[in-house]
């Protein structure tokens, strides 16, 4: 077994079980490692930096904030950030492709007890059904949503999606409070781009939070946090 304090990806990816310590709270993680090379599907199967980075910010932060909030994640992958804000006490909505919900299932399952508010949601914001899903979602008024590492660039050098994920933020952004966390890789600047300016057009202000100590210690330079919240 190997200890990190910083972000390792290639360590971090090679593991079927990882153990996240943060604050007073331990999280196990299964993953999936060989899935990676058999589809884009795969992504879904292990943990990228930005869930850590994203943990590492929610963290830092008041943790009376989080006590009985709604939280949605999107694309919640293995569910790392969502099922730490849910021992935090935050009522909380895990959504991701129905090809990731059974990974997503068992890593809440073992990380879980009956005290714990938390579910497991189909959601593909790119399909009919996802968008009813959402509108159905938005009427339950979030008080946060968060997601880290839903943009990238796919094989062909195309963005996929942005505009997509930014429609799936504003339909769940209903309350008047209502506050987006966004970890994001720093892959391209035609993805930044692109997102800032997709979600400006949706009405949303975004800003870049500062490193706070907890994402300063695990030297992950290469990730950024955006908070954005309806103007």
Request: hydrophobic content about 45%; charged content about 20%; overall charge neutral.
């Amino acid at each position: 077994m190997k200890s990190l304090t910083s972000v390792d990806r290639w360590t971090a990816q090679n593991a079927s079980t990882i153990t996240v310590k943060v604050s007073e709270c331990s999280i196990r993680i299964t993953q999936q490692p060989r899935l990676l090379d058999a589809s884009r599907a795969g992504v879904g199967a292990c943990l990228w930096d930005s869930a850590f980075v994203l943990t590492a910010f929610l963290a830092a932060q008041d943790q009376l904030k989080w006590c009985g909030a709604h939280v949605i994640e999107l694309g919640a992958g293995l569910g790392l950030p969502g099922i730490f804000l849910a021992a935090q006490g935050a009522r909380v909505a895990l959504t991701d492709k129905q090809s990731v919900l059974p990974l997503l299932q068992h890593n809440v399952q073992q990380n879980t007890c009956s005290k714990l508010n938390i579910s497991v949601e189909e959601l593909d914001w790119e399909t009919e059904d996802g968008h009813q899903k959402l509108k159905k979602m938005g009427s339950a008024r979030a008080d946060y949503i968060i997601a880290a590492d839903c943009l990238y660039i796919d094989e062909g050098g195309c963005t996929p999606g942005i505009g997509s994920f930014v429609k799936a933020c504003a339909a769940l952004c209903t309350a008047p409070h209502a506050c987006c966390y966004i970890a994001m890789e720093k892959r391209s600047a035609s993805v930044t781009t692109g997102f800032f300016g997709a979600a400006e057009n949706a009405g949303f202000a975004v800003v870049e939070v500062p490193v706070n100590a907890v994402m300063l210690a695990l030297k992950a330079d290469h990730i950024m946090v955006l908070q954005m919240h309806k103007r």
